[in-house]
T-cell receptor, first 110, second 112 residues
Framework: SQTIHQWPATLVQPVGSPLSLECTVE??????LYWYRQAAGRGLQLLFYSVGIGQISSEVPQNLSASRPQDRQFILSSKKLLLSDSGFYLC?????????FGQGTRLTVV | GENVEQHPSTLSVQEGDSAVIKCTYS??????FPWYKQELGKRPQLIIDIRSNVGEKKDQRIAVTLNKTAKHFSLHITETQPEDSAVYFC???????????FGAGTRLFVKA
């Protein structure tokens, strides 16, 4: 069966510090991978998606970037965090329809 | 661009009553409409979905309806229970593409 791992679960970072969130998927190959952000009391905003190694599509201009160095690994990064980057970040994978989410990372930028 | 509007943002019902959440989508190419439930502090999980060639689908106490002409789809929960309390997200997707666009979510409170 397929599983998705996302870490860390919580993170408190100072403004201006770098960020690296990692997501890995097991039990499937060539998945579509996604990063979403969920701000407090708001919906799921699609940040990035990837349909293959090295293929990244960005949905919104922002302070973040994504990379897919391996087929089942998706990384969300920032060189310098802003206060507005705080939120709940969710990684997800899908084959065609249903999306399967990781446990999420609650990021607080202070 | 693609957009999914979801209403209401908050819904409070008495246990046993019905709850209805409505969504509209903008991309006429969308042909897959999932609904996700997110309990507090947990990840969203699929609870029901409907494809564009179907007008209605039911699974026990939950049902979804789709009006493709009007680009509306709705989630209906009957005989609500306290454990139905959660945030519900509708979404729209074109299965030939890769993006799922989510609504802003509805926070459902079921009062015992």
């Amino acid at each position: 069966s397929q599983t998705i791992h996302q870490w860390p679960a919580t993170l408190v970072q100072p403004v201006g510090s770098p960020l690296s969130l990692e997501c890995t998927v097991e039990g499937t190959s060539n998945p579509n991978l996604y990063w979403y952000r969920q701000a407090a009391g708001r919906g799921l905003q699609l940040l990035f998606y990837s349909v293959g190694i090295g293929q990244i599509s960005s949905e919104v201009p922002q302070n973040l970037s994504a990379s897919r160095p391996q087929d089942r690994q998706f990384i969300l990064s920032s060189k310098k965090l802003l206060l507005s980057d705080s939120g709940f970040y969710l990684c997800a994978w899908s084959r065609d329809t249903e999306a399967f989410f990781g446990q999420g990372t609650r990021l607080t930028v202070v | 661009g693609e957009n999914v509007e979801q209403h209401p943002s908050t819904l409070s019902v008495q246990e046993g009553d019905s709850a209805v959440i409505k969504c509209t989508y903008s991309d006429s190419a969308s042909n897959y409409f999932p609904w996700y439930k997110q309990e507090l502090g947990k990840r969203p999980q699929l609870i029901i979905d409907i494809r564009s060639n179907v007008g209605e689908k039911k699974d026990q106490r939950i049902a979804v309806t789709l009006n493709k002409t009007a680009k509306h789809f709705s989630l209906h929960i009957t005989e609500t229970q306290p454990e139905d309390s959660a945030v519900y997200f509708c979404a729209a997707q074109y299965t030939g593409g890769f993006k799922t666009i989510f609504g802003a979510g509805t926070r459902l409170f079921v009062k015992a």
